[in-house]
């Protein structure tokens, strides 16, 4: 059982940038795709950013290109997202999540993921 603690959120002011940490206990961390996903009220659970088990492969979706980063550290079992730019619309409580993943790709859909932490506020103010 892999349980995974996401810390970072908080209040941030448009233009502004918050770096999220997701620490992972439990399993070999580099067994598993990593990925950030977020939900805002009263919206579904959409895909953020994923990385693969060894970081050479990240996807990330179109509205935050240019603007979010993932990365990992292995040694550390924990994956971070970067977040530059914020905007409104990014308010919401991310997650992270963990796939058991047999290859090198990422999974995009939520079903796919195996392990999910508790989640973290961003609240980005105008």
């Known amino acids: 059982q892999v349980q995974l603690v996401e810390s970072g959120g908080g209040l941030v002011q448009a233009g502004g940038s918050l770096r999220l940490s997701c620490t992972a206990s439990?399993?070999?961390?580099?067994?598993?795709?990593m990925g950030w996903f977020r939900q805002a009220p009263g919206k579904e659970r959409d895909f953020v950013a994923a990385?693969?088990?060894?970081?050479?492969?990240?996807h990330y979706v179109d509205f935050v290109k240019g603007r979010f980063a993932i990365s990992r550290d292995n040694a550390k079992n924990t994956v971070y997202l970067q977040m530059n730019s914020l905007k409104p619309e990014d308010t919401a409580v991310y997650y992270c999540?963990?796939?058991?993943?047999?290859?090198?790709?990422?999974?995009?859909?939520?079903?796919?993921?195996?392990?999910w932490g508790q989640g973290t506020q961003v609240t980005v103010s105008s």
């Open positions: 999540a963990a796939d058991r993943a047999l290859g090198a790709t990422v999974q995009v859909d939520s079903y796919q993921y195996d392990y």
């Open positions: 439990g399993g070999i961390f580099s067994n598993y795709a």
């Open positions: 990385i693969g088990r060894f970081g050479s492969f990240r």
